[in-house]
């Protein structure tokens, strides 16, 4: 059979994005031949740097690349001056939108030997809610007043579940495959605050559980939760979830406080998905303090890679990736010095090389 040859678009960006992208490269160069893939790469600007150069941070070229040639890509990470630079808006939100990558999928596992471990994702929708953004501001009788609209479709909320059910049902191949989970069958937690907000979070549920009640998705457990409870639980019993689908603004709070649970910033991956296309997104920032000094932990990225090949069905190489960082992290005698170790980038790359 020929190999599958992809083409990935690398958007290594600011600080430590150029350290572990590259890693991320080699990943993809290092994987075994019996997957019978290849890869080719186009190298591709943006950030905080590329704005400072070209008065862009997305440059068009960078966008028209990515729709026409490429399969999937990856994206480091940019820095955000601490003061609003006239111009300046990040890169990763105007690509998000100009893809239209509705979905944000963050990953968060712990060694599976942890005292309380976690293998959960949070599948958060990713173009409306709070987020459209429509404020206004006005004067009432009482003094000033200030709206946001939160705005919930139908179209948005029904992608958004059946993308988590797709997902808990790849989950469980990964899982069959041989990487070890605390979890036997698929499950996904439909969030919303219903009770309080009937009508916008009511759509959410409601269309969440008829997307997940098709019959392709009849081995996947649903149930759901009001979100200020699922936040209690995420931190008393986090091992409980599997999947969990959100609107945007939960899902935003619910995926960063996920991430807390596993120690590092430098272990969560995380995706940009839309129709056909994903990007893969570590989640940690450019990390200035550590750039240039070889420390940065790739986990993030790595764990990144396997979460892009999985949205381009090539679970069986995903599972290697995971299993060899598994590995890794399981055995700890090349750890970042973020995780208490004292292994540099490229030592902890080429320990995850070897265990593919
Ligand atoms: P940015 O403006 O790009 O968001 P930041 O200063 O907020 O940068 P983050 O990347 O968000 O930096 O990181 C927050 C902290 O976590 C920093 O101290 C950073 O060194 C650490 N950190 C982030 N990513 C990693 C990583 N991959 N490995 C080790 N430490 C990391
Ligand atoms: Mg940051």
């Known amino acids: 059979m020929a190999a ?21 490269r080699r990943l993809l160069e290092s994987l075994p031949s019996s997957l019978n893939l290849k890869f080719e790469f186009v190298d591709l600007k943006a950030g905080f740097e590329t704005f400072e150069q070209t008065g862009a941070a997305l440059p068009d070229k960078t966008v028209e690349i990515l729709k026409n040639e490429c399969d999937g890509a990856l994206f480091g990470a940019v820095s955000s001056p601490s003061t609003a630079v006239k111009g300046y808006s990040s890169p990763i939100v105007a690509l998000r939108k100009r893809l239209d990558l509705y979905a944000n999928v963050r990953p968060v596992k712990s060694v599976m030997t942890a005292k309380n471990p976690i293998d959960m994702v949070i599948v958060r929708e990713n173009t409306e809610d709070l987020y459209v953004k429509e404020e206004k501001t006005y004067e009432g009788p009482e003094g000033k007043v200030a709206e946001a609209i939160k705005r919930i479709s139908y179209k948005a909320s029904f992608r958004i579940a059946k993308m988590a059910g797709e997902i808990a049902l790849r989950r469980q191949k990964i899982r069959d495959s041989g990487v070890p989970s605390i979890h036997k069958s698929p499950m996904v937690t439909i969030t919303h605050k219903s009770n309080v907000l009937s009508q916008t979070d009511g759509l959410f549920r409601a269309t969440a559980r008829e997307a997940l009640a098709d019959p392709r998705f009849k081995s996947v457990g649903v149930e759901e939760q009001i979100v200020d409870s699922m936040v209690y639980k995420l931190f008393r019993q986090p091992e409980t979830y599997d999947v969990i689908v959100a609107p945007n603004l939960y899902g935003d709070i619910l995926s960063d406080g996920a991430a807390a649970l ?6 969560v991956p995380s995706a940009n998905v839309g129709e056909g296309f994903a990007i893969g997104e570590p989640c940690h920032g450019s990390a200035p303090d550590i750039m240039g000094k070889n420390i940065a932990n790739p986990i993030a990225t790595l764990r990144s890679v396997a979460l892009m090949l999985e949205f381009m069905d090539e679970e069986a190489a995903a599972a290697k990736i995971y299993a060899a960082v598994d590995g890794n992290l399981e055995e700890g005698k090349l750890l970042s010095p973020d995780l208490g170790g004292s292994a540099t980038t490229t030592e902890v790359v080429e320990d995850i090389l070897r265990r593919l």
Do not use: F, H, Q
Request: proline share 7%.
């Open 4 to 24: 599958r040859t992809l083409r990935i678009g690398l958007i290594p960006g600011d600080g430590i994005g150029k350290e572990v992208i590259p890693a991320g």
């Open 262 to 267: 596993v120690g590092s910033l430098g272990l």
